[in-house]
């Protein structure tokens, strides 16, 4: 099917990620007040999401599940590295409050592009971070309604392109010296437009 350009669509939905012996866990959530907005095209949403709403209209349901490689690919070894833990200190501190194991941690890259990473160790040197999507290598299932779909006007395709659509979710490098990642003190999170948010671009997860 033809992918439909240029449609402003408005969803909420429950993000799940399907866990063995097929148990959903709830890890995202949108509403009908903080809904997610995209413009279809624009790579904003996932291509697989975007595939299947596209083509929905106003008040219709949807219930469907990505497999890891349409949603946010399959775990990569290659993404877990260890940073230097100085770029965790605050004013000569580590950053107790929010660096812990399994926290989701918002970082940059030397080219500006904000990503999440989970820590998964705490050394005495190095923190060990994993850079993969945190729904990296999981099914996920989208449940939800279409609250809006029509064209988008010029002024909201002209804004798009003028703000860009949104954080990037990896740091695009295999190598801790090639990441050159800073932490982003005082966020706890990405947050692209919601990103979003949702539906995979970028998401609000629960530490």
């Not at 890891?68 to 877990?80: I, L, M, R, S, T």
């Not at 005495?124 to 996920?140: F, S, Y």
């Given at each position: 099917m033809e992918q439909k350009k240029n449609k402003y669509i408005t969803v909420e939905y429950k993000l799940y990620s399907v866990l063995d012996g097929g148990v959903k866990k709830l890890e995202e959530q949108t509403s009908a007040d903080q809904p997610f907005v995209f413009i279809s095209g624009y790579g904003i949403a996932l291509p697989a999401f975007e595939e299947k709403?596209?083509?929905?209209?106003?008040?219709?349901?949807?219930?469907?599940?990505?497999?890891?490689?349409?949603?946010?690919?399959?775990?990569?070894?290659?993404?877990?590295?260890?940073?230097?833990?100085?770029?965790?200190?605050?004013?000569?501190?580590?950053?107790?409050?929010?660096?812990?194991?399994?926290?989701?941690?918002?970082?940059?890259?030397?080219?500006?592009?904000?990503?999440?990473?989970?820590?998964?160790?705490?050394?005495?040197?190095?923190?060990?971070?994993?850079?993969?999507?945190?729904?990296?290598?999981?099914?996920?299932?989208?449940?939800?309604?279409?609250?809006?779909?029509?064209?988008?006007?010029?002024?909201?395709?002209?804004?798009?392109?003028?703000?860009?659509?949104?954080?990037?979710?990896?740091c695009g490098c295999d190598e801790e010296e090639e990441c050159g990642c800073h932490h982003d003190h005082g966020h706890d999170h990405c947050n692209h437009d919601h990103d979003h948010c949702g539906c995979g671009h970028h998401h609000h997860h629960d530490k």
């Open positions: 709403i596209v083509a929905l209209s106003k008040d219709d349901k949807f219930d469907f599940t990505l497999k890891p490689e349409e949603a946010f690919g399959k775990h990569d070894a290659g993404h877990v590295i260890d940073v230097d833990r100085e770029i965790f200190t605050i004013n000569g501190h580590f950053d107790h409050e929010h660096i812990s194991v399994g926290a989701l941690v918002p970082l940059t890259n030397e080219d500006g592009n904000h990503f999440i990473a989970r820590v998964l160790e705490i050394g005495d040197t190095t923190v060990k971070m994993d850079m993969n999507h945190p729904l990296a290598g999981r099914e996920i299932n989208f449940v939800g309604t279409i609250l809006d779909s029509r064209d988008a006007t010029d002024e909201e395709i002209s804004h798009l392109l003028n703000h860009g659509g949104g954080c990037a979710c990896g």
